[in-house]
């Protein structure tokens, strides 16, 4: 690791996005966490994540649910970047390089964080009934919509969106929608 990315290290964790071979992803998020445990490094790598989404699929005429990933041939990793960190993440087996120009690693901004329904906010979540908001992943994503129902306990809303020319409710969880 250059002297240029330990200045660049934060003093906070940050999210950042490592590039694997396809079909690698969830065996390099079981190889970095248990490398993590062995060497006692829960203090700097804090999370590791392949994000999933639930996708219907229809087969033979049955309807079923299955996991596809979000972004696939990538992890991303909550950790402080440091000597240590790039060094076990760049060498374990399955990663080809973090997501940067040249390979040098560059954290994720926290609107991207956001916008990737990585951690959210939910504590800050202040929109009410009426309010336009946009659907900033998933599959209606860019879709703007009224909030007409919001429920506290479920952390979701209810927007209505125009699908196909006709007003449609559909749930969405606070991380899922931006106000306008």
Request: proline residues 4%; negative net charge.
């Amino acid at each position: 690791m250059s002297e240029e990315m330990n200045k660049n290290a934060e003093s906070e964790s940050r999210w950042y996005v490592v590039h694997t071979y396809s079909g690698y992803e969830n065996k390099v998020k079981a190889n970095i966490e248990k490398i993590v445990e062995n060497r006692g490094m829960q203090d700097q790598i804090h999370e590791v994540t392949v994000p999933v989404q639930d996708v219907v699929e229809v087969k033979n005429g049955q309807k079923k649910t299955v996991q596809r990933k979000i972004f696939p041939g990538y992890v991303l990793i909550k950790m402080f970047m440091n000597e240590d960190t790039w060094y076990v993440v760049r060498n374990t087996r399955g990663v080809t390089s973090f997501v940067g120009p040249e390979s040098k690693p560059v954290p994720l901004t926290p609107e991207e964080v956001r916008m990737m329904g990585i951690e959210t906010a939910v504590e800050n979540f202040d929109l009410e009934v009426g309010d336009t908001v946009k659907v900033a992943y998933g599959a209606f994503a860019d879709s703007v919509g009224k909030v007409r129902d919001i429920n506290d306990q479920k952390k979701t809303a209810t927007v209505v969106l125009s699908i196909f020319g006709r007003e449609t409710p559909v749930e969405f969880e606070f991380n899922q929608i931006i106000r306008m």
